[in-house]
């Protein structure tokens, strides 16, 4: 009988000592996940410098796809997709630009400078939203290269010089996405 007794103590010593060990690997993986969003704290002023220029730049981008998509069927079908591509793109990423900044108690404000590299004057999108048919296609492209050319310039300074990993993986997608469309626009433009 002390022998049973002595075999179901130290049974349930295993499992209770099993049960332990489970309980502290998951509070472990708690504390990996912890340290894993402090890291996305992590930013210094390159990554500040960057989401407050991008900011403007991806909304005007915006603005310049939404007043070229509203032409409809009287332009060029695929200058149209890539504007829809761009407004898809760059949608989310102002969405998340906005959400660093607030989490970095940096200011999210920041009005269009429109000296900033690629950046299209007041005159520049009032010729875009009057031009029309094949001109408003040739406009469009034209300013969305420069457009495209100075966030790619922007973009790379934030894989140089960012701290912020999410920040730095952006600014690596937006060189990628942002080059394969300029290649896009310069063979779209080759027809014009």
Same mark, same amino acid.
């Not at 022998?3 to 349930?12: C, D, G, N, Q």
């Not at 915006?62 to 069927?73: L, N, P, Q």
């Given at each position: 009988m002390n022998?049973?007794?002595? $075999? $179901?103590?130290?049974?349930?010593a295993i499992v209770s000592a099993l049960t332990l060990a489970g309980c502290a690997d998951t509070a472990g993986n708690t504390s990996s996940d912890s340290s894993s969003s402090s890291e996305s704290a992590v930013f210094n002023n390159q990554d500040v410098t960057f989401a407050q220029m991008m900011l403007p730049h991806?909304? +005007?981008?915006?603005?310049?796809?939404?007043? &070229? /998509?509203?032409?409809?069927? !009287?332009?060029?079908? =695929?200058?149209?997709a890539l504007a829809e591509t761009i407004k898809d793109e760059q949608g989310p990423e102002i969405d998340q630009l906005t959400t660093w900044l607030d989490d970095w108690g940096q200011d999210t404000s920041a009005s269009m400078d429109h000296s900033m590299d690629g950046m299209m004057s007041e005159s520049d999108m009032t010729a875009l939203d009057n031009a029309e048919g094949a001109e408003a296609s040739r406009l469009f492209l034209e300013q969305m290269t420069e457009h495209h050319k100075g966030a790619v310039d922007m973009a790379q300074q934030e894989v140089d010089g960012g %701290?912020?990993?999410?920040?730095?993986?952006? !600014?690596?997608? /937006?060189?990628?996405? +942002?080059?394969? +469309?300029?290649? %896009?626009? =310069? !063979? $779209? $433009?080759? &027809?014009?």
């Open positions: 022998r049973t007794k002595t $075999l $179901l103590t130290s049974a349930t991806h909304e +005007q981008a915006v603005e310049m796809s939404d007043m &070229f /998509i509203t032409k409809g069927d !009287a332009v060029d079908s =695929d200058v149209l %701290e912020n990993p999410d920040a730095v993986e952006m !600014a690596k997608n /937006i060189v990628e996405s +942002q080059t394969a +469309q300029l290649e %896009e626009m =310069d !063979a $779209l $433009l080759s &027809f014009r």
